[in-house]
């Protein structure tokens, strides 16, 4: 089970730490992805980070805003979210991705967490 946190509401330029915790899943066995979902929107791709950390991948928007990290030992991922503008805001959730197929695509993860609210403010 993966439970994602650290949401709220925050002004147009400000920044916000997601984190993602699992229980009864081994986390540093996968590779990790966050998603969101803005309302009347598909679910998209927004980043992910390999099993090591060594690999990060982000969508172009945040690319540069965002960054991914895990910390293993923790069994958690995290995502700083620096620079955040109207458009970031969704619901975010977090994924471990089943081997095999893109970071990019939700049919390629196997786990899902419980989404956290991302509200920014202009």
């Not at 997601?18 to 980043?47: H, I």
């Not at 950390?53 to 700083?80: E, H, I, M």
């Amino acid at each position: 089970q993966l439970q994602a946190c650290g949401g709220g509401l925050v002004q147009a330029g400000g920044s916000l730490r997601l984190s993602c915790a699992a229980s009864g899943l081994t986390l540093n066995s996968y590779d990790m992805g966050w998603f969101r979902q803005a309302p009347g929107k598909e679910r998209e791709f927004v980043a992910a980070i390999s099993r090591s950390g060594g690999g990060t991948y982000y969508r172009d928007p945040v690319k540069g805003r965002f960054a991914n990290s895990r910390d293993n030992a923790k069994t958690t991922v995290y995502l700083q979210m620096n620079s955040l503008k109207p458009e970031d805001t969704a619901v975010y959730y977090c994924a471990a991705k089943v081997p095999g197929g893109t970071y990019t695509s939700r049919t390629y993860y196997g786990y899902w967490g419980q989404g956290t609210q991302v509200t920014v403010s202009s």
